[in-house]
Nanobody, 118 residues
């Protein structure tokens, strides 16, 4: 079994910062990539940021320059530093990983709520 567990969500005022964490655990052979997605009420889930095993990052246009994705010293941990938060950033944020046990599979965390007040 592989589990992804997010933490760090909460309520913050516009202009503030939050740092999300995601830890992958279980029988993991390798992690190909880890991503952060978000879903606001009534909207589809969208990709926010991704990082490959080689460290290549990618961001949605709406968060470029404000959010930073990084991997921890433990390769199975990923962070999302969110600065200059806006009310439009309010959503449930989900951690996602392409992880190899015996084959590569997609795994999701349960999500963490981020609410930005104006």
């Amino acid at each position: 079994q592989v589990q992804l567990v997010e933490s760090g969500g909460g309520l913050v005022q516009a202009g503030g910062s939050l740092r999300l964490s995601c830890a992958a655990s279980g029988s993991i052979l390798s992690i190909n990539a880890m991503d952060w997605y978000r879903q606001a009420p009534g909207n589809q889930r969208e990709l926010v940021a991704s990082i490959t095993s080689g460290g290549t990052t990618n961001y949605a246009d709406s968060v470029k320059g404000r959010f930073t994705i990084s991997r921890g010293n433990a390769a199975n941990t990923v962070y999302l530093q969110m600065n200059s938060l806006k009310p439009d950033d309010t959503a449930v944020y989900y951690c996602h990983g392409l992880i190899t046990r015996f084959v590569v599979r997609s795994y999701w965390g349960r999500g963490t709520q981020v609410t930005v007040s104006s």
